[in-house]
T-cell receptor
Framework: DTEVTQTPKHLVMGMTNKKSLKCEQH?????MYWYKQKAKKPPELMFV???????INESVPSRFSPECPNSSLLNLHLHALQPEDSALYLC??????????FGSGTRLTVV | DAKTTQPPSMDCAEGRAANLPCNHS???????VYWYRQIHSQGPQYIIH???NNETNEMASLIITEDRKSSTLILPHATLRDTAVYYC??????????FGQGTELSVKP
């Protein structure tokens, strides 16, 4: 879905590193999401931003820090991650009854 | 929050119709049902969505029961490239996108 783009596609980071995942949507949606997906499991909701304000935090550890600079951009800042945080991280956007858009994901490996 | 339930796996012969069910018995009156599929851990790909009427597009048909407690995604002539995990998703009030556990569809020659 090229209407939602995520960078980078792959990321390997050490447990002491700081990195950021980026997402941009061109669908004009006002809600944006971060999901975490482990192998053979459905995506798990992490955060929801609505109109650039954090509206839902699903009890995510503070080593994950979201940021929404504007209505089109969503970042996920990563710090001091653990190997079990290795997963596919998906960004999504939606508004009302319009079809949600999903990015192709960032495959994160924590070593 | 609404909850969606899907069978974990299904098989389908190539060229036959694939019927994938989803139970969403706690859905509210204005919450849409969306169907997406995911291949090889790529991002979910949109298929179809609906509220209460049956819907059809170039990819699939969506049948929603009159009480809206369940729906069925129909791929009319499945091909090998339709092998994927299919998710039934409900967008609830407040904006959450609630995923089902997904059905792994295997299309066999």
């Amino acid at each position: 879905d090229t209407e939602v783009t995520q960078t980078p596609k792959h990321l390997v980071m050490g447990m002491t590193n700081k990195k950021s995942l980026k997402c941009e949507q061109h669908m004009g949606h006002r809600a944006m999401y971060w999901y975490k997906q482990k192998a053979k499991k459905p995506p798990e909701l992490m955060f929801v931003y609505s109109y650039e304000k954090l509206s839902i935090n699903e009890s995510v550890p503070s080593r994950f820090s979201p940021e929404c600079p504007n209505s089109s951009l969503l970042n996920l800042h990563l710090h001091a991650l653990q190997p079990e945080d290795s997963a596919l991280y998906l960004c999504a956007s939606s508004q009302d009854d319009n079809r949600p858009g999903f990015g192709s994901g960032t495959r994160l490996t924590v070593v | 929050d609404a909850k969606t339930t899907q069978p974990p796996s299904m098989d389908c012969a190539e060229g036959r119709a694939a019927n994938l069910p989803c139970n969403h018995s706690t859905i509210s009156g204005n919450e849409y049902v969306y169907w997406y599929r995911q291949i090889h851990s790529q991002g979910p790909q949109y298929i179809i969505h609906g509220l209460k009427n049956n819907e059809t597009n170039e990819m699939a048909s969506l049948i929603i029961t009159e009480d809206r407690k369940s729906s069925t995604l129909i791929l009319p002539h499945a091909t090998l490239r339709d092998t994927a995990v299919y998710y039934c998703i409900v967008r609830v009030y407040g904006g959450k996108l609630i995923f089902g556990q997904g059905t792994e569809l295997s299309v066999k020659p």
